[in-house]
Structures are given as C-alpha cells and as structure tokens.
Nanobody
C-alpha cells in the first residue's frame, strides 16, 4: 500500500482560499489515481475530486466544481487540492486517498491519509 499524509488545512473566512497537499510514500505514486474526500461532523464521508495517474483526467463533485482544482506532481509524489471561494459548508476533515483503479466512492479507494481539518467561518 501507499502511505499518505495530508497538510495545509486551517481556518479561513468565507470567500477565501486554501491549498491542501498530500504526500505519498511507499508504492510507485504514478501507479495510483488519487482522490480527495471530506467528512463533516455527523455526516458521511463524501467525494470531492479525483485525478488519474497521468493527471489527464479529473472528476469533481458538483458542489465544488468551478471552485476546487485537483492536480498532481508525480516527480514529487504529491497531489494538491486548490480550494477557492470557500463556503462555510466546505468545513470538514479532508482526506487524501489512493486507488489502483478509478472511482468516486469511498469503497473505490484502498489507501487513506489521516485527514486535515478545514474550517470556513462566515
């Protein structure tokens, strides 16, 4: 399995921006499609974005489309999530995940990071 460590979370005002980073180690990073998920208190973990191993294919949840951008740097074993125009409803713990396949559900991903908290104040 690949090991994942997220960073970059924090407190931001509504309308602001944050950039989350996920550093991978272990198996060859370019073997994996990478995803971001989030979980708000009392809610199920939900899909945010996914990017293919090459970076040529992406998919976003409707709730973040046009505001969030996922990217990756295979030379640095890193995947990023740039979040703009943040809203209070974006408040959640954000998780990085890896899959040898493709998908947008929790069950599609076999490796997970520990999560990083994002809090958006109104």
């Amino acid at each position: 399995q690949v090991q994942l460590v997220e960073s970059g979370g924090g407190l931001v005002q509504a309308g602001g921006s944050l950039r989350l980073s996920c550093a991978a180690s272990g198996r060859p990073f370019s073997s994996y499609a990478m995803g971001w998920f989030r979980q708000a208190p009392g809610k199920e973990r939900e899909f945010v974005a996914v990017i293919s191993w090459s970076g040529g294919r992406t998919n976003y949840a409707d709730s973040v489309k046009g505001r969030f951008t996922i990217s990756r740097d295979n030379a640095k074993n890193t995947v990023l999530l740039k979040m703009n125009s943040l809203k209070p409803e974006d408040t959640a713990v954000y998780y990085c995940a890896a899959t040898t396949g493709w998908g947008t559900t929790v069950g599609d991903f076999g490796s997970w990071g520990q999560g990083t908290q994002v809090t958006v104040s109104s």
